[in-house]
């Protein structure tokens, strides 16, 4: 058991746009308040690399890391942060090729 920002069996990826919002919303209340987005490193494992990679990509944070990450159906980088994918070549719970879904969305996009 670990935490969840939405339910993932099966996945509901309207909560998963909702969670994304809810952490946008941090993190431009911390750029207003206490620490400058262009110096924050955005970090996630699995679920919340998801999140980092969907949220990191949305602001002009400083960096953006994915360990073993995925993205969402709907995801659109629009933002040119620096990437850091990680990702083990025996995970079983998210397949590697979903980091190389990530990096090939990236170079396509050119970000």
């Not at 996945?11 to 262009?38: C, G, H, M, R």
């Amino acid at each position: 058991m670990g935490r969840q920002w939405y339910s993932l069996f099966p996945p509901d990826w309207n909560e998963a746009e909702i969670a994304v919002d809810k952490l946008l919303d941090t993190l431009n209340a911390f750029d207003k308040t206490k620490i400058s987005l262009k110096k924050t490193v955005l970090l996630g494992f699995s679920q919340g690399g998801a999140m980092a990679i969907d949220a990191g990509l949305s602001l002009d944070l400083g960096l953006v890391i994915s360990c073993s990450g995925y993205s969402h159906p709907k995801w659109d980088p629009i933002k040119n942060n620096p990437v850091l994918l990680s990702h083990g070549l025996q995970d079983d719970v998210v397949p590697v090729n979903a980091s190389r879904e990530i990096l090939k969305r990236l170079e396509k996009k050119q970000i």
